[in-house]
């Protein structure tokens, strides 16, 4: 049985709530637009509000990279990469330089973005404060009155405990000095690449219909305290591949005996920085 | 007859949302409309893209003097609801030479929600870089723009409008053939002398400041450190 889809799968009045849903997005920046989240041919928590965001906005002369924890190569990025080549008929490709549209899972990618790019990240849990407060009336009622002492209080309570603030990934962000804005969870490392960008970005979190965007060369500012000024993770050991010291790196553990290595997250960079090392 | 409209809708709409989407992105920077509909009289041809792309039978449209056959090819093709109120339509259409309805008479949106708000679009016949300099989210710097269909009066009610944020309307400026976008995070400073005027209400700053007059400055909206205001928790406290 061959079953025929419209054009990036979604039908065109989904696309079309969509795209009005991203236009007010951009026009707020990182305030949260409810949409009207459909199901789609993968379970939540899979990248579904990615994808529809990816839906609304993709056409046939894109070009995909998808990436998932920075990988290409990973089972979620290869079939959602597959998907669209086969709904959406794009060119998809693993270069960050060469794609138009760039879906992604928890990382953004060490080469530095170009304007005209998007980056649509797959969110879990858009609302910042949910871990604070459960209700959504009451989150809302927050952002509306710019209320985010608790936020302010949950990082102080880290330094009380642990000494210094202790969220590695999903660190909030201040967008545009107005709306508290989760980045998705992207690790902190990733956070000073919002800042600025001159890429779009969009967000969609499908379970939590919800979707929000930074636009290009917006002020993204890390929460911080000023004697606990905002910092990034480092490493002391460097890329066992291509020997970088600026990328972010995953810890592989190699055998039983504990041996382990560190590599770069961001295969595309790894890659093009073993090549160049070869020349 | 009535028209026919986009050749390839799916893609037609696609490839002109992409473009009022970067329109909006990176404000006061016209882009060319990639594909251009046959337009009903009464719609510029570049309207009519536009139309066609973000309207359906879950929005309503008002215009005050939209042409009967116009009205018909635009609940024909897209299933907008026509309604007579300004105030309550989530787009409202305003042609050239016609009067803009004040921008605080329109949906604004609410506290919790702000995107509840409206879309105006304005048809203009050119754009220029004479009237005023914007700034915001979405300008790498500082650019200058104009339209023919705005007057002194507009920027000034934009300025009240930017500092409602973030509440407002948004505005999409469209020629025959090209969109511009002013969403309602755009800061704009009016750059021609007979432009300059009174402050707005509630502004302290520009009618004394020589010239360019800086309208639009508001502490309260731009970007601050959160410790500040309203914003919650003092960060000196902690």
Redesign the interface.
């Given at each position: 049985m061959n079953i025929e889809y419209?054009?990036?799968f979604l039908d065109?009045?989904t696309?079309?709530?969509l795209?009005?849903?991203?236009?007010?997005?951009?026009?707020?920046?990182g305030?949260q637009?409810?949409f009207g989240s459909r199901e789609m041919p993968l379970p939540y928590g899979w990248g579904t509000g990615g994808i529809q965001v990816t839906a609304?906005?993709?056409?046939?002369?894109d070009t995909l990279k998808v990436i998932d924890q920075g990988a290409d190569d990973t089972t979620n990025a290869v079939n959602i990469r597959r998907f669209f080549g086969r709904v959406a008929e794009v060119a998809t490709t693993e270069k960050t330089s060469e794609a138009t549209v760039i879906q992604t899972r928890h990382r953004i990618p060490e080469t530095a973005l170009k304007?005209?790019q998007i980056m649509v990240f797959q969110v879990p849990e858009p609302e910042p404060l949910r871990t604070l407060e459960a209700s959504e009336v009451e989150t809302?009622?927050l952002?509306?009155?710019?209320?985010?002492?608790?936020?302010?209080?949950k990082l102080?309570e880290d330094i009380a405990r642990y000494g210094h603030i202790a969220t590695s990934y999903d660190y909030p962000v201040?967008v545009?000095?107005?709306?508290?804005t989760s980045p998705s969870p992207i690790p902190k490392f990733d956070n000073p690449k919002l800042h600025q960008s001159?890429a779009?970005l969009l967000f969609g979190a499908g379970r939590e219909k919800r979707l929000y965007a930074i636009?290009?060369?917006?002020?993204v500012?890390s929460?911080a305290?000023?004697d606990h000024p905002f910092d990034v993770q480092t490493w002391d050991s460097h890329c066992a591949l291509c020997g970088s010291t600026e990328s972010y790196l995953d810890e592989i553990i190699t055998d039983d005996a504990g041996s382990r290595m560190f590599v770069c997250s961001d295969t595309d960079y790894c890659a093009t920085h073993q090549q160049e090392a070869k020349q | 007859m009535l028209q026919p409209q986009f050749d390839k809708p799916v893609h037609d709409a696609q490839c002109t949302f992409r473009t009022v989407l970067a329109a909006l992105s990176e404000p006061l920077a016209p882009l060319t409309l990639p594909v251009l509909p046959p337009a009903p009289v009464g719609l510029l041809p570049g309207t009519a893209a536009v139309l066609l792309t973000v309207l359906d039978q879950e929005v309503s449209l008002f215009s005050a003097n939209l042409p009967a056959d116009a009205g018909e090819w635009l609940r024909f093709h897209t299933g907008v609801r026509l309604i007579d109120s300004a105030t309550d339509a989530d787009f409202v259409l305003v042609h050239d030479g016609e009067t803009l309805p004040a921008l605080a008479s329109l949906k604004a949106g609410e506290a919790a929600y702000p995107d509840r708000s409206a879309t105006v679009i304005v048809e203009t016949a050119a754009f220029g870089t004479d009237q005023v300099e914007g700034r915001g989210p979405g300008f790498a710097a500082a650019r200058r723009f104009g339209a023919s269909s705005l007057t002194a009066e507009f920027w000034a009610d934009w300025t009240a409008n930017h500092a409602r944020f973030p509440l407002g309307v948004d505005v999409l400026l469209v020629s025959a053939d090209a969109v511009a976008g002013l969403p309602r995070t755009t800061q704009v400073t009016l750059s021609i002398d007979e432009n300059r005027r009174e402050p707005v209400e509630g502004k302290a700053d520009g009618a004394q400041a020589p010239e360019p007059t800086r309208v639009g400055e508001d502490a309260e909206h731009r970007p601050t450190p959160p410790s500040t205001g309203a914003a919650g928790f003092p960060r000196q406290e902690v």
């Open positions: 419209n054009y990036g065109e009045n696309k079309r709530m795209r009005r849903g991203l236009l007010k997005a951009v026009a707020i920046p305030y637009v409810p609304s906005i993709i056409g046939s002369d304007s005209g809302r009622q952002h509306a009155h710019q209320e985010y002492g608790l936020m302010h209080v102080y201040m545009n000095g107005r709306y508290l001159p779009l636009p290009p060369y917006t002020d500012e929460l305290f000023d | -």
